[in-house]
């Protein structure tokens, strides 16, 4: 009895993925398959190259980067298609990303996927499992436009402020040792930081507009990323660190296009 009941949730969860995929456009398909497909690619390069007497296959930020670059991709697709499973896939992620950014000393974005979005998606999951209707997909809204623009720019402000913290002798001595980091770093970390928390917001209340939270922290990011990837100097570890991140919100951008029409949020 026990092996059949096994067998039929096994049977369930195939179908329910089979299913799943069906619904997804070629657009989504195509974008999902490129992101994982580079990031294999990306991996088997950095493998090869050696630095400072070791291998890349050797390095624990390389694995990390494959990883991190494997399930967000699953995360962002499932969010795409509304379905609360990526909360789960969210949580992977971010143990992962968090791990990079740890290692690159990028206070505001560790904080960020370590502690808030690890909490806030299970948190989530746990609350939309319980009291949602439709246990697999999520019903959204609509915010009034003047006052998500207001949102918007409460965001900035706490942004600017929260990098103004970040160059505190204590705070950077303590995080950083005797460095500083660069100003740009600081603002997009920051910006960054607080756009995630304006977007479990906007999730806890299923506002569509999400979408446009989303976009705009993930291209502040990007911005990081590209910063800190000047900054590497050539070292195998920061080049790894910062590439696999740019992967992981290059993924994030375009499949947050795909989201805005699936949300219907410019309708």
Excluded: H
Aim: charged share 15%.
């Amino acid at each position: 009895m026990t092996n059949n009941k096994n067998n039929s949730k096994i049977y369930r969860y195939f179908n329910d993925s089979k299913e799943f995929f069906k619904t997804l456009s070629k657009i989504e398909l195509v974008l999902s398959l490129i992101s994982w497909v580079i990031s294999i690619v990306f991996f088997i390069i950095v493998c090869c190259i050696q630095d400072d007497g070791k291998y890349g296959v050797l390095k624990w930020q390389v694995w990390v980067g494959l990883f991190a670059n494997l399930t967000n991709t699953m995360c962002v697709i499932l969010s795409v298609k509304m379905r609360i499973a990526s909360f789960l896939w969210g949580d992977v992620s971010c143990v992962f990303l968090g791990l990079l950014v740890y290692d690159a000393k990028t206070f505001g974005t560790m904080i960020n996927y370590w502690v808030i979005c690890i909490i806030a998606q299970t948190v989530l999951y746990i609350q939309w499992k319980r009291k949602s209707e439709n246990k697999k997909t999520i019903d959204p809204k609509k915010m009034n436009w003047s006052t998500f623009i207001i949102f918007v720019i409460i965001t900035i402000l706490f942004s600017v402020g929260f990098a103004e913290i970040e160059n505190i002798d204590g705070f950077t001595k303590f995080w950083l040792g005797e460095e500083k980091q660069p100003y740009l770093v600081r603002l997009f970390d920051s910006l960054g930081l607080m756009f995630t928390i304006s977007s479990i917001y906007l999730l806890w209340y299923k506002y569509n507009q999400i979408w446009i939270i989303y976009l705009l922290g993930d291209g502040f990011l990007l911005a990081l990323w590209c910063t800190q990837l000047s900054l590497a100097n050539w070292k195998i570890d920061d080049i790894s660190n910062s590439i696999n991140m740019l992967l992981a919100l290059a993924t994030m951008v375009s499949l947050n296009v795909c989201g805005m029409f699936n949300w219907k949020i410019l309708k």
